[in-house]
């Protein structure tokens, strides 16, 4: 049987490494490993920061949908949610209802 040339070749072992160079490794790899944390973590907060952008520009647009289509429960509901809109937005809010 021919040896396979595409198969790893053995290594020699490693020469034994000080402790000092030990924990400089492994202070490296630490390093490494809280970058790759922190992207994750800026990730994850960045996909949540998306998902509930995009939520609320649905919500928004399927209670404009039906406030229009129902004038009544709007006036209802309107002096309700007033407190909840930021006092600069409450005046274009009230136009989007009257149109």
Sequence with gaps: MTPNPAAPKATKPAKPKSPEERRAALEARRAQLDLRIRALATEERERRRRE???????????????????????????????????ERDREMVARLLDT
């Design 52 to 86: 509930d952008t995009r939520a609320k520009i649905v919500l928004g647009g399927a209670l404009l949908a039906f406030f229009r289509k129902e004038p009544i429960a709007a006036k209802a509901l309107m002096p309700r949610l007033l407190p909840l809109i930021a």
